[in-house]
């Protein structure tokens, strides 16, 4: 109970301190995470406006896959993207592997279906009741898409945040394609684990205090960004 509390007591000081380090690893993190959120986002948005609105012979075979891929292992990703990366991989040309571009590669493989997902199931909702309205005014496919995302934006911000709160929090992936190098791939996650291993309760604890708070800070900051609450929306 003692080796608890100064661990506590000193992973306040650390965090009250901007310890050098301990700002490192968050800022690493934050970057890496907010990178394959952002790319995610890019490819899963779309296609999940895509998915509610087109009918293809497959697409019930797309949306059940995606849906399966939301439970996926992180450490298979983690096994797959390491593979294509290596030197005797596909893609090990571009010297990718232990960089923060292959973590970020992995993060984004692994929330990709997760926001998918979540936004198609919000997409078709809207869609049903925009349907007629805009076969009636004989739109493009693209000028669809665009209106159920835009009318549909505090939905996706929902589907976005569990994507972030799945990226930020993993550990499997990243440690296998990142190497968890100091200075170059620790991140948030990573680094927990490895101070937990040597017995260095005080930084590991600060690392879960920041990692706890990067992901509240960035919850409030994209809602206060779309203003949910003050259009009494939320």
């Known amino acids: 109970m003692v080796d608890i509390w100064s661990g506590l007591v000193q992973a306040a000081w650390l965090v009250g301190t901007l310890d ?34 087109r009918r293809f012979r497959f697409r019930r075979t797309v949306i059940a896959v995606l849906n399966a891929l939301m439970g996926l292992p992180p450490v298979v990703v983690g096994l797959v993207v390491y593979v294509l990366l290596s030197r005797s991989g596909p893609l090990g040309v571009l010297g990718l592997l232990f960089t923060p571009t292959a973590m970020v590669i992995a993060q984004v ?12 199931q919000s997409i078709r909702d809207l869609w049903q009741e925009y349907h007629d309205l805009l076969i009636s005014m004989n739109v493009t496919q693209g000028q669809k898409i665009r209106t159920l995302l835009w009318d549909s934006r505090r939905a996706l911000l929902t589907a976005a945040l569990a994507g972030f709160g799945r990226g930020i929090g993993e550990v499997g992936a990243i440690m296998i394609v990142g190497g968890n190098i100091d200075h170059a ?20 604890l600060a690392l879960g ?3 706890i708070a990067l992901a509240i800070a960035v919850n409030l900051a994209i809602h206060a960004l779309s203003r949910t609450e003050r259009e009494g929306r939320w």
């Open 209 to 211: 205090f920041v990692l």
């Open 20 to 53: 050098a380090e301990l700002l490192e690893i968050a800022l690493r993190s934050l970057k890496v995470t907010l990178s394959a959120l952002v790319i995610a986002s890019l490819i899963a948005l779309p296609l999940a406006a895509l998915l509610a609105v």
């Open 185 to 204: 791939t620790r991140v948030l996650t990573t680094a927990i684990a490895l101070e937990t291993g040597k017995g260095n309760f005080a930084l590991a």
């Open 109 to 120: 493989v692994i929330i990709v279906p997760l926001i998918a997902s979540i936004a198609h």
